[in-house]
């Protein structure tokens, strides 16, 4: 089984930083792609990044690019996301999760976080 836990969401103002963490526990990390998806308010759940499972590749939906930057370590079970030049449509619940395929589709993972709250004030 494999658990996923984030962490280092909070309240921003527009334009400033924030970083989110997952740590993994269970099955080996460095099999797992990684990705973070974003669900506002009345909204369904977004893609923002993926990482392949050594890092060799990233990708990022067109909304964060440029902004945003997702990385991992091995050594530690983390993977991470950098977020620059936060926007107030930045606000959701941000989740982690893991799976064979560094996809941009819930369906492409098999293990979900609870969440963490990113709140972006004007």
């Known amino acids: 089984q494999v658990e996923l836990v984030e962490s280092g969401g909070g309240l921003v103002q527009a334009g400033g930083s924030l970083g989110l963490s997952c740590a993994q526990s269970?099955?080996?990390?460095?099999?797992?792609?990684m990705g973070w998806f974003r669900q506002a308010p009345g909204k369904g759940r977004e893609f923002v990044a993926t990482?392949?499972?050594?890092?060799?590749?990233?990708y990022y939906a067109d909304s964060v690019k440029g902004r945003f930057t997702i990385s991992r370590d091995n050594g530690k079970n983390t993977v991470y996301l950098q977020m620059n030049s936060l926007k107030p449509e930045d606000t959701a619940v941000y989740y982690c999760?893991?799976?064979?395929?560094?996809?941009?589709?819930?369906?492409?993972?098999?293990?979900w976080g609870q969440g963490t709250q990113v709140t972006v004030s004007s």
């Open positions: 999760a893991a799976g064979l395929n560094a996809g941009t589709r819930s369906y492409d993972y098999d293990y």
């Open positions: 269970g099955r080996t990390f460095r099999s797992n792609a």
């Open positions: 990482i392949s499972w050594n890092g060799g590749r990233t």
